[in-house]
Structures are given as structure tokens and as C-alpha cells.
């Protein structure tokens, strides 16, 4: 393997494949794309909700907490409580 630093050296593309790496590079394009779509549109509902009276952190919470299952949210708030009775609220 003496050779290979002189093969990347004199051809910087060896061993690489040109057109899957541009595939990836367009793909992952297309995604941030569709990404910044998606959070331009969660922006929008997220305004919605204040518009109509709502507070939009506790509308993203509630998001996340409907994520958990039964368990996962009862511990949550009982490690909340707790924390919340050691702080004296």
C-alpha cells in the first residue's frame, strides 16, 4: 500500500464514486429543502394557536409530553414535583 498516498495525490478522486456522492449531496439538498418548509409551516400553526388565545410554549410542550408514553410521563411529573417541593414552590 506504499502507492496509494501517490494515487490520491496525482488523482483525488480514486476510489470515489462522482455521481453516488452527488446523489447524496442532492438528496440531502432536497431534505433541508423540505426541512425549512416543514418548520415555516409548524411557525404558521405555532402563530395560529397564539392568535387564537394560546401560549405557544405550553402548545410545544404538551407536543413533546404526547410524545411519552403513560409511564414516561407519570415519572416526569412526579420527578417534577418533587424538584418543584425541594425548590419550596
Known amino acids: 500500500m506504499e502507492n ?3 494515487l490520491v495525490m496525482t488523482n483525488p ?3 470515489l464514486d462522482s455521481q453516488q456522492l452527488l446523489s447524496f449531496v442532492q438528496r440531502i439538498e432536497k431534505l433541508n429543502e423540505d426541512k ?3 418548520e415555516a409551516d409548524l411557525k404558521e400553526v ?5 392568535s387564537a388565545g394560546f401560549d405557544k410554549k405550553y402548545v410545544k410542550e ?3 409530553l404526547r410524545k411519552l408514553d403513560s409511564d414516561e410521563l407519570d415519572e416526569q411529573d412526579e420527578l417534577m414535583a418533587m424538584y418543584r417541593r425541594a425548590a419550596g414552590l
Open 62 to 64: 404538551i407536543v413533546k
Open 46 to 50: 405555532l402563530d395560529e394557536a397564539k
Open 13 to 15: 478522486t480514486a476510489g
Open 36 to 38: 425549512a418548509a416543514i
Open 4 to 6: 496509494a498516498p501517490d
